[in-house]
Protein backbone atom coordinates (compact mmCIF):
# COMPACT_ATOMS: atom_id res chain seq x y z
CA UNK A 1 0.00 0.00 0.00
CA UNK A 2 1.42 3.35 -0.78
CA UNK A 3 1.48 6.03 2.17
CA UNK A 4 0.81 9.37 1.95
CA UNK A 5 1.98 11.67 3.81
CA UNK A 6 -0.12 14.58 4.82
CA UNK A 7 1.06 18.52 4.32
CA UNK A 8 -0.22 21.21 6.85
CA UNK A 9 0.98 24.73 8.05
CA UNK A 10 2.45 23.40 11.65
CA UNK A 11 4.80 21.79 9.56
CA UNK A 12 5.93 24.07 7.74
CA UNK A 13 6.40 26.33 11.23
CA UNK A 14 8.23 23.67 13.05
CA UNK A 15 10.73 23.51 9.97
CA UNK A 16 10.92 27.31 10.07
CA UNK A 17 11.53 27.15 14.17
CA UNK A 18 14.03 24.21 13.43
CA UNK A 19 15.81 26.72 10.91
CA UNK A 20 15.57 29.78 13.24
CA UNK A 21 17.18 27.63 16.14
CA UNK A 22 20.05 26.30 14.32
CA UNK A 23 21.08 29.55 12.66
CA UNK A 24 19.48 32.59 15.08
CA UNK A 25 19.20 35.91 13.38
CA UNK A 26 22.20 38.19 14.77
CA UNK A 27 22.09 42.20 15.04
CA UNK A 28 25.14 44.40 15.08
CA UNK A 29 24.89 48.08 15.12
CA UNK A 30 27.70 50.42 14.86
CA UNK A 31 27.87 53.86 15.72
CA UNK A 32 31.43 54.30 15.15
CA UNK A 33 32.00 52.96 11.14
CA UNK A 34 30.42 55.46 9.77
CA UNK A 35 30.63 59.26 10.74
CA UNK A 36 27.16 60.46 10.03
CA UNK A 37 25.02 57.57 10.25
CA UNK A 38 24.28 54.41 12.80
CA UNK A 39 25.06 51.19 10.43
CA UNK A 40 22.56 48.48 11.61
CA UNK A 41 24.17 44.98 10.14
CA UNK A 42 21.43 41.67 10.00
CA UNK A 43 22.52 38.25 9.17
CA UNK A 44 19.56 35.42 9.35
CA UNK A 45 18.56 32.18 7.72
CA UNK A 46 16.96 33.43 4.14
CA UNK A 47 13.40 33.40 3.95
CA UNK A 48 10.92 35.05 1.37
CA UNK A 49 9.36 38.35 2.57
CA UNK A 50 12.16 38.66 5.23
CA UNK A 51 13.47 41.81 3.73
CA UNK A 52 10.41 43.55 3.73
CA UNK A 53 9.92 42.27 7.59
CA UNK A 54 13.54 43.83 8.19
CA UNK A 55 13.06 47.28 6.45
CA UNK A 56 9.25 47.94 7.90
CA UNK A 57 10.84 47.59 11.63
CA UNK A 58 13.19 49.98 10.79
CA UNK A 59 10.64 51.99 9.13
CA UNK A 60 8.02 51.67 11.54
CA UNK A 61 10.70 53.39 14.10
CA UNK A 62 10.71 56.57 11.89
CA UNK A 63 14.31 56.00 10.89
CA UNK A 64 15.78 57.13 7.49
CA UNK A 65 17.66 54.63 5.41
CA UNK A 66 20.82 56.59 3.43
CA UNK A 67 22.87 53.53 2.31
CA UNK A 68 22.05 50.12 2.30
CA UNK A 69 23.40 46.77 0.66
CA UNK A 70 21.25 43.51 0.50
CA UNK A 71 22.90 40.19 -0.30
CA UNK A 72 20.28 37.02 -0.23
CA UNK A 73 21.80 34.49 -2.05
CA UNK A 74 21.72 30.85 -1.06
CA UNK A 75 20.23 30.12 1.91
CA UNK A 76 21.65 33.21 3.89
CA UNK A 77 20.29 36.50 4.15
CA UNK A 78 23.03 39.75 4.53
CA UNK A 79 21.72 43.54 4.95
CA UNK A 80 23.96 46.52 5.80
CA UNK A 81 21.42 49.75 6.55
CA UNK A 82 22.87 53.42 7.11
CA UNK A 83 20.19 55.03 9.09
CA UNK A 84 19.91 58.50 10.74
CA UNK A 85 16.52 60.00 12.54
CA UNK A 86 14.12 62.31 11.36
CA UNK A 87 16.74 65.40 11.97
CA UNK A 88 19.57 63.41 9.95
CA UNK A 89 21.35 62.26 13.14
CA UNK A 90 22.71 59.08 14.46
CA UNK A 91 20.45 57.18 16.53
CA UNK A 92 21.66 57.19 20.22
CA UNK A 93 18.56 56.52 22.38
CA UNK A 94 19.46 53.17 23.98
CA UNK A 95 15.76 52.82 24.43
CA UNK A 96 15.20 52.61 20.17
CA UNK A 97 18.59 50.85 19.85
CA UNK A 98 17.28 48.04 22.09
CA UNK A 99 13.98 47.83 20.74
CA UNK A 100 15.87 47.09 17.00
CA UNK A 101 18.30 44.52 18.45
CA UNK A 102 15.16 42.36 20.32
CA UNK A 103 13.10 42.85 17.59
CA UNK A 104 16.07 41.98 15.01
CA UNK A 105 17.82 39.41 16.86
CA UNK A 106 17.45 35.94 18.42
CA UNK A 107 14.39 36.76 20.35
CA UNK A 108 12.60 38.06 17.69
CA UNK A 109 9.51 36.70 15.48
CA UNK A 110 10.19 39.22 12.39
CA UNK A 111 11.08 35.97 10.39
CA UNK A 112 8.51 33.96 11.33
CA UNK A 113 5.73 36.86 10.73
CA UNK A 114 5.57 37.03 7.12
CA UNK A 115 2.89 34.39 7.32
CA UNK A 116 0.01 34.00 4.51
CA UNK A 117 -1.90 36.31 6.16
CA UNK A 118 0.28 39.02 5.89
CA UNK A 119 -0.02 42.10 8.16
CA UNK A 120 -2.52 40.70 9.92
CA UNK A 121 -3.01 39.52 14.07
CA UNK A 122 -5.70 39.89 16.50
CA UNK A 123 -6.97 42.57 18.48
CA UNK A 124 -9.87 43.64 21.10
CA UNK A 125 -9.50 47.08 21.19
CA UNK A 126 -11.10 48.33 17.93
CA UNK A 127 -12.78 47.75 14.54
CA UNK A 128 -10.51 48.01 11.44
CA UNK A 129 -12.39 49.30 8.20
CA UNK A 130 -11.02 49.12 4.81
CA UNK A 131 -12.21 51.04 1.86
CA UNK A 132 -11.16 51.72 -1.59
CA UNK A 133 -12.87 52.98 -4.16
CA UNK A 134 -12.97 56.86 -6.90
CA UNK A 135 -11.60 59.73 -5.63
CA UNK A 136 -13.60 62.43 -5.43
CA UNK A 137 -13.65 66.02 -3.11
CA UNK A 138 -15.55 65.62 -0.19
CA UNK A 139 -15.23 61.94 -0.16
CA UNK A 140 -13.56 61.75 3.63
CA UNK A 141 -15.82 64.03 5.07
CA UNK A 142 -18.97 61.82 3.72
CA UNK A 143 -17.32 58.37 5.40
CA UNK A 144 -16.23 59.91 8.65
CA UNK A 145 -20.04 61.69 8.73
CA UNK A 146 -21.31 58.14 8.27
CA UNK A 147 -19.41 57.12 10.64
CA UNK A 148 -20.53 59.57 13.16
CA UNK A 149 -23.92 59.01 12.77
CA UNK A 150 -23.39 55.41 13.20
CA UNK A 151 -21.77 56.64 16.84
CA UNK A 152 -18.57 55.08 15.41
CA UNK A 153 -15.71 57.22 16.75
CA UNK A 154 -12.42 57.50 14.28
CA UNK A 155 -9.46 57.08 16.41
CA UNK A 156 -7.09 56.11 13.86
CA UNK A 157 -6.92 56.42 10.25
CA UNK A 158 -5.02 56.83 7.03
CA UNK A 159 -6.10 57.73 4.28
CA UNK A 160 -3.91 57.87 0.41
CA UNK A 161 -5.08 59.19 -3.01
CA UNK A 162 -3.53 58.22 -6.61
CA UNK A 163 -4.77 57.94 -10.05
CA UNK A 164 -8.54 58.76 -9.19
CA UNK A 165 -8.57 56.13 -6.71
CA UNK A 166 -8.83 56.45 -2.95
CA UNK A 167 -7.92 54.14 -0.26
CA UNK A 168 -8.51 54.34 3.79
CA UNK A 169 -7.94 52.03 6.51
CA UNK A 170 -9.70 53.65 9.64
CA UNK A 171 -9.82 52.01 13.35
CA UNK A 172 -12.90 52.74 15.43
CA UNK A 173 -14.92 52.39 18.30
CA UNK A 174 -18.57 52.16 19.70
CA UNK A 175 -19.40 55.99 21.02
CA UNK A 176 -20.60 54.55 24.10
CA UNK A 177 -18.67 51.45 25.37
CA UNK A 178 -15.24 52.92 23.88
CA UNK A 179 -14.32 49.33 22.34
CA UNK A 180 -14.76 47.53 19.29
CA UNK A 181 -18.10 46.95 17.26
CA UNK A 182 -19.22 43.39 17.18
CA UNK A 183 -22.78 43.38 16.48
CA UNK A 184 -22.55 41.44 12.68
CA UNK A 185 -25.71 43.51 12.22
CA UNK A 186 -24.53 46.83 12.77
CA UNK A 187 -21.30 46.00 10.66
CA UNK A 188 -22.85 45.19 7.92
CA UNK A 189 -25.02 47.98 8.31
CA UNK A 190 -21.43 50.12 8.18
CA UNK A 191 -20.45 48.07 5.56
CA UNK A 192 -23.54 48.94 3.28
CA UNK A 193 -23.54 52.41 4.16
CA UNK A 194 -19.73 53.21 3.58
CA UNK A 195 -20.04 51.10 -0.02
CA UNK A 196 -22.92 53.49 -0.86
CA UNK A 197 -20.83 56.21 -0.35
CA UNK A 198 -18.13 54.87 -2.02
CA UNK A 199 -19.81 54.07 -5.19
CA UNK A 200 -21.26 57.57 -5.53
CA UNK A 201 -22.66 58.08 -8.84
CA UNK A 202 -19.34 56.20 -10.45
CA UNK A 203 -20.65 52.75 -11.38
CA UNK A 204 -18.06 52.19 -13.72
CA UNK A 205 -15.98 50.66 -11.29
CA UNK A 206 -16.09 48.77 -8.39
CA UNK A 207 -16.07 50.54 -4.14
CA UNK A 208 -15.19 47.80 -1.42
CA UNK A 209 -15.63 47.65 2.25
CA UNK A 210 -14.18 45.26 5.04
CA UNK A 211 -15.07 45.70 8.12
CA UNK A 212 -13.39 43.49 11.01
CA UNK A 213 -11.98 43.11 13.86
CA UNK A 214 -8.00 42.97 13.82
CA UNK A 215 -4.80 44.92 13.65
CA UNK A 216 -3.40 45.80 9.98
CA UNK A 217 0.06 47.40 9.44
CA UNK A 218 -1.66 50.21 7.71
CA UNK A 219 0.90 51.03 4.95
CA UNK A 220 1.61 47.79 3.89
CA UNK A 221 -1.89 47.16 3.64
CA UNK A 222 -2.76 50.66 1.83
CA UNK A 223 0.02 49.37 -0.80
CA UNK A 224 -1.88 46.02 -1.02
CA UNK A 225 -5.53 47.52 -1.53
CA UNK A 226 -4.42 49.77 -4.14
CA UNK A 227 -2.34 47.15 -6.31
CA UNK A 228 -5.36 44.85 -6.13
CA UNK A 229 -7.17 48.05 -7.43
CA UNK A 230 -4.48 48.13 -10.27
CA UNK A 231 -4.32 51.70 -8.98
CA UNK A 232 -0.91 51.34 -10.96
CA UNK A 233 -2.89 51.49 -14.60
CA UNK A 234 -2.32 54.26 -17.00
CA UNK A 235 -0.13 55.42 -14.27
CA UNK A 236 2.52 56.88 -16.55
CA UNK A 237 -0.01 59.83 -18.60
CA UNK A 238 -0.79 61.08 -15.21
CA UNK A 239 0.30 64.76 -14.67
CA UNK A 240 2.63 65.41 -11.60
CA UNK A 241 1.88 68.74 -10.58
CA UNK A 242 6.23 70.24 -11.03
CA UNK A 243 7.39 66.66 -9.47
CA UNK A 244 9.55 64.65 -11.44
CA UNK A 245 8.68 61.36 -12.45
CA UNK A 246 10.38 58.02 -10.97
CA UNK A 247 13.00 57.14 -13.54
CA UNK A 248 12.19 53.34 -13.37
CA UNK A 249 14.07 50.71 -15.52
CA UNK A 250 14.21 46.44 -15.84
CA UNK A 251 16.51 44.88 -17.58
CA UNK A 252 17.58 40.87 -17.85
CA UNK A 253 20.99 40.42 -16.58
CA UNK A 254 21.49 37.33 -18.86
CA UNK A 255 24.78 35.70 -17.32
CA UNK A 256 23.63 35.72 -13.89
CA UNK A 257 19.32 34.69 -14.86
CA UNK A 258 18.61 37.85 -13.14
CA UNK A 259 16.76 40.90 -13.84
CA UNK A 260 17.86 44.13 -12.57
CA UNK A 261 15.60 46.97 -11.46
CA UNK A 262 17.14 50.63 -10.93
CA UNK A 263 15.18 53.44 -9.61
CA UNK A 264 16.51 56.97 -9.74
CA UNK A 265 13.70 59.72 -8.05
CA UNK A 266 13.41 62.23 -5.42
CA UNK A 267 14.47 60.75 -1.66
CA UNK A 268 12.00 61.18 0.87
CA UNK A 269 10.92 59.18 4.02
CA UNK A 270 9.80 55.66 3.80
CA UNK A 271 11.09 55.30 0.10
CA UNK A 272 12.51 52.20 0.58
CA UNK A 273 9.57 50.27 2.48
CA UNK A 274 7.68 51.52 -0.72
CA UNK A 275 9.77 49.62 -3.24
CA UNK A 276 10.30 46.48 -1.23
CA UNK A 277 6.69 46.20 0.12
CA UNK A 278 5.65 46.51 -3.55
CA UNK A 279 8.11 43.83 -5.34
CA UNK A 280 7.36 41.28 -2.45
CA UNK A 281 3.97 41.58 -3.17
CA UNK A 282 4.38 41.14 -6.92
CA UNK A 283 5.92 37.60 -5.77
CA UNK A 284 9.62 38.83 -6.75
CA UNK A 285 12.62 37.85 -4.83
CA UNK A 286 15.60 40.47 -4.03
CA UNK A 287 18.87 38.72 -4.16
CA UNK A 288 21.07 41.85 -4.51
CA UNK A 289 20.58 45.25 -3.95
CA UNK A 290 22.23 48.39 -3.22
CA UNK A 291 20.16 51.75 -2.05
CA UNK A 292 22.30 55.16 -1.89
CA UNK A 293 21.21 58.69 -1.75
CA UNK A 294 23.16 61.54 -3.07
CA UNK A 295 21.57 65.43 -2.08
CA UNK A 296 18.24 64.89 -2.93
CA UNK A 297 17.91 62.26 -4.94
CA UNK A 298 17.91 58.40 -4.24
CA UNK A 299 19.46 55.71 -6.33
CA UNK A 300 18.49 52.19 -6.42
CA UNK A 301 19.08 48.98 -7.79
CA UNK A 302 18.08 45.25 -7.07
CA UNK A 303 18.83 41.82 -8.44
CA UNK A 304 15.42 40.22 -8.72
CA UNK A 305 13.44 36.45 -9.69
CA UNK A 306 10.38 35.59 -9.52
CA UNK A 307 9.37 33.66 -6.49
CA UNK A 308 9.01 30.77 -8.97
CA UNK A 309 12.75 31.38 -10.00
CA UNK A 310 12.47 32.98 -12.72
CA UNK A 311 13.86 36.48 -14.25
CA UNK A 312 10.76 39.20 -15.88
CA UNK A 313 9.79 36.98 -18.94
CA UNK A 314 7.68 39.52 -21.39
CA UNK A 315 8.29 43.19 -22.02
CA UNK A 316 4.50 42.95 -20.72
CA UNK A 317 5.65 41.49 -17.61
CA UNK A 318 8.40 44.11 -17.66
CA UNK A 319 6.22 47.25 -18.23
CA UNK A 320 4.01 45.78 -15.42
CA UNK A 321 6.79 45.86 -12.80
CA UNK A 322 7.84 50.00 -13.77
CA UNK A 323 4.20 50.38 -13.80
CA UNK A 324 3.65 49.18 -10.29
CA UNK A 325 7.07 50.71 -9.28
CA UNK A 326 5.96 54.26 -10.23
CA UNK A 327 2.56 53.80 -8.51
CA UNK A 328 4.46 52.42 -5.06
CA UNK A 329 6.36 55.70 -5.30
CA UNK A 330 3.82 58.17 -6.20
CA UNK A 331 1.14 56.93 -4.14
CA UNK A 332 2.67 58.93 -0.94
CA UNK A 333 3.40 62.22 -3.36
CA UNK A 334 1.17 62.36 -6.10
CA UNK A 335 -1.59 65.70 -5.35
CA UNK A 336 0.20 65.93 -2.61
CA UNK A 337 -1.14 69.85 -1.99
CA UNK A 338 -0.79 71.72 1.52
CA UNK A 339 0.30 70.29 4.77
CA UNK A 340 -2.10 71.20 7.82
CA UNK A 341 -1.55 70.04 11.30
CA UNK A 342 -4.40 69.59 14.11
CA UNK A 343 -4.13 69.18 17.55
CA UNK A 344 -6.77 69.14 20.00
CA UNK A 345 -8.69 66.75 22.50
CA UNK A 346 -10.07 63.78 20.64
CA UNK A 347 -14.04 63.20 20.54
CA UNK A 348 -16.16 61.48 18.47
CA UNK A 349 -17.48 63.92 15.31
CA UNK A 350 -14.04 65.63 15.09
CA UNK A 351 -12.82 64.05 11.87
CA UNK A 352 -16.14 64.77 10.16
CA UNK A 353 -16.92 67.98 11.52
CA UNK A 354 -13.09 69.17 10.37
CA UNK A 355 -13.36 67.27 7.16
CA UNK A 356 -17.09 68.85 6.86
CA UNK A 357 -15.10 72.32 7.52
CA UNK A 358 -12.43 71.69 4.48
CA UNK A 359 -14.92 70.50 2.27
CA UNK A 360 -17.78 73.50 2.60
CA UNK A 361 -14.45 75.80 1.48
CA UNK A 362 -13.37 73.70 -1.70
CA UNK A 363 -10.65 72.18 -0.18
CA UNK A 364 -10.18 67.99 -0.82
CA UNK A 365 -8.48 66.22 1.26
CA UNK A 366 -5.18 64.27 -0.59
CA UNK A 367 -3.67 62.09 1.93
CA UNK A 368 -4.60 61.95 5.83
CA UNK A 369 -2.98 60.57 9.07
CA UNK A 370 -5.25 60.59 11.94
CA UNK A 371 -3.96 59.51 15.13
CA UNK A 372 -4.69 59.34 18.80
CA UNK A 373 -2.40 59.53 21.62
CA UNK A 374 -3.66 59.45 25.36
CA UNK A 375 -7.08 61.46 24.41
CA UNK A 376 -5.37 64.30 21.97
CA UNK A 377 -5.99 64.02 18.13
CA UNK A 378 -2.74 64.67 16.25
CA UNK A 379 -4.43 64.81 12.55
CA UNK A 380 -2.08 65.50 9.58
CA UNK A 381 -4.45 66.48 6.43
CA UNK A 382 -2.64 67.32 2.82
CA UNK A 383 -5.07 69.24 1.06
CA UNK A 384 -5.68 70.74 -2.26
CA UNK A 385 -8.21 73.51 -4.31
CA UNK A 386 -11.17 71.46 -5.49
CA UNK A 387 -10.83 72.90 -8.78
CA UNK A 388 -7.36 71.91 -9.10
CA UNK A 389 -5.92 75.79 -8.28
CA UNK A 390 -3.35 76.49 -5.72
CA UNK A 391 -5.48 77.19 -2.20
CA UNK A 392 -6.00 80.06 -1.89
CA UNK A 393 -4.43 81.79 1.43
CA UNK A 394 -7.64 83.37 2.22
CA UNK A 395 -9.48 80.57 2.60
CA UNK A 396 -6.32 78.64 4.41
CA UNK A 397 -6.67 81.59 6.96
CA UNK A 398 -10.88 81.32 6.89
CA UNK A 399 -10.73 77.59 7.98
CA UNK A 400 -7.85 78.26 10.75
CA UNK A 401 -9.98 80.81 12.08
CA UNK A 402 -13.34 78.79 11.92
CA UNK A 403 -11.40 75.35 13.98
CA UNK A 404 -8.84 77.37 15.90
CA UNK A 405 -5.11 79.41 15.03
CA UNK A 406 -3.48 77.06 17.35
CA UNK A 407 -5.17 74.16 16.69
CA UNK A 408 -5.08 73.88 13.21
CA UNK A 409 -1.34 74.62 11.71
CA UNK A 410 0.42 75.06 8.05
CA UNK A 411 2.98 73.20 8.08
CA UNK A 412 6.03 72.68 5.76
CA UNK A 413 6.09 73.55 2.14
CA UNK A 414 4.26 76.34 0.94
CA UNK A 415 4.20 75.84 -2.82
CA UNK A 416 0.56 74.85 -3.28
CA UNK A 417 -0.50 77.70 -1.44
CA UNK A 418 -1.35 80.92 -3.43
CA UNK A 419 -0.53 84.11 -1.33
CA UNK A 420 -3.66 86.31 -1.03
CA UNK A 421 -3.97 89.57 1.23
CA UNK A 422 -5.12 88.77 4.72
CA UNK A 423 -8.74 89.00 4.92
CA UNK A 424 -11.54 88.78 7.65
CA UNK A 425 -13.17 85.47 7.26
CA UNK A 426 -16.98 85.51 6.34
CA UNK A 427 -17.68 82.41 8.44
CA UNK A 428 -15.61 83.54 11.26
CA UNK A 429 -18.57 84.87 13.39
CA UNK A 430 -21.01 81.56 12.43
CA UNK A 431 -18.64 78.67 13.39
CA UNK A 432 -16.12 80.68 15.56
CA UNK A 433 -17.33 79.27 18.77
CA UNK A 434 -18.37 75.85 17.43
CA UNK A 435 -15.05 73.44 18.83
CA UNK A 436 -14.83 75.64 21.90
CA UNK A 437 -18.43 74.53 22.55
CA UNK A 438 -16.96 70.91 21.90
CA UNK A 439 -14.70 70.91 24.43
CA UNK A 440 -11.60 72.22 22.58
CA UNK A 441 -8.67 72.41 24.08
CA UNK A 442 -5.79 73.58 23.03
CA UNK A 443 -2.59 71.70 23.24
CA UNK A 444 1.03 72.54 22.23
CA UNK A 445 2.02 71.25 18.55
CA UNK A 446 3.23 67.60 18.15
CA UNK A 447 5.36 66.82 15.58
CA UNK A 448 3.77 64.26 13.09
CA UNK A 449 6.31 62.53 10.60
CA UNK A 450 5.07 61.13 7.21
Known amino acids: MEATVSYSQNMDDEYEKLIRRMNPPRVVIDN ?39 CSDGGWFMDVFNVTD ?64 LKCNVVNAEVWTHNTRAAAIMQVTDEDTGGPITDPERLAMIKKLLCNVLKGSN ?76 LTDMQYVVFHGNVDTVGPDAYQEYCIRHIDGSPVKSDAERQRVIQCLEAAILRRVSEQGLKLELCTTDRTGLLSDVTRIFRENSLTVTRAEVTTRGG ?62 RSFCNFGLVRSYS
Open 203 to 278: RSRDAKTQVSLGVTHTERRLHQLMFADRDYEHTSGEALNNQERPNVKVFNWQDKDYSVVSVQCKDRPKLLFDIICT
Open 86 to 149: QEGNKITDEAILDYIRKSLGPDSCFASSMRRSVGVTSATDHTSIELIGSDRPGLLSEVSAVLTN
Open 376 to 437: KAVNTFYVRDASGYPVDAKIVESVRQTIGLTILRVKGSSEALNPAPPQESPTRFLFGGLFKS
Open 32 to 70: EACKNATVIQVDSANKHGILLEVVQILTDLNLIVTKAYI
